[in-house]
């Protein structure tokens, strides 16, 4: 009885084998011609700007915490207004996961998942993006956000110098 079911089972193996043997493949020649991705499609991390063109990024550094491979740097610098952003902002591509971790924890849109697939280089040193490399002239998936109309802040005058303010600490003046 064993000996039967096992013959009819090699059949059945083989019966689905040449089935697909003399169907059409389909391939797809992946530079030139791109496969339709699923809308929610999680490609290449992109930093986005405001409707104003303005960068979204005010170098919070939530990103950075949130990566659980640590290959998101920055560093923070303010502007003449008042207005935070990225002075320099790299990803190292050849250690991301593409979790999006990041993307959920960035609290102005700045970084997006794009829809697009990652390109992988030869060179390792060619993963490493800079900001200017993912910097890309639109808003992303919400249009009409802007990070400091939506929270109220207006950033028009010093640090400290308004009503009930206090002047910002140096912690370094505590140091002997």
């Known amino acids: 009885m064993s000996i039967l079911t096992d013959i009819k089972e090699i059949f059945t193996g083989l019966s ?7 169907r059409k493949p389909v391939t797809v020649q992946f530079p030139e011609e791109r496969r339709p991705m699923p809308e929610r499609f999680r490609g290449s991390i992109v930093l986005t700007r405001d409707p104003d063109g303005a960068e979204r990024c005010v170098a919070c550094y939530l990103c950075s915490g ?3 491979v640590d290959c998101i740097s920055m560093a923070a610098a303010e502007g003449e207004n008042g207005r935070r ?10 250690r991301c996961i593409l979790c999006g971790l990041c993307a959920e924890a960035c609290p102005t849109l700045a970084i997006q998942m794009s829809p697009e697939m990652f390109n ?16 890309i002239d639109g808003t ?17 005058q010093p640090r400290g110098s308004g009503d009930g303010e206090q002047a910002p600490f140096d912690p370094r003046s505590l140091m002997p």
């Open 85 to 94: 952003y990225a002075a320099w902002f790299r990803i190292n591509f050849s």
């Open 120 to 135: 992988c280089r030869r060179q390792v040193i060619d993963m490493v993006y800079e900001k200017e490399d993912l910097l």
């Open 140 to 156: 992303g998936k919400d249009p009409d956000y802007n990070f400091y109309r939506h929270a109220g802040i207006g950033v028009v």
């Open 66 to 68: 949130a990566c659980p």
């Open 16 to 22: 689905i084998t040449l089935r697909h043997i003399f």
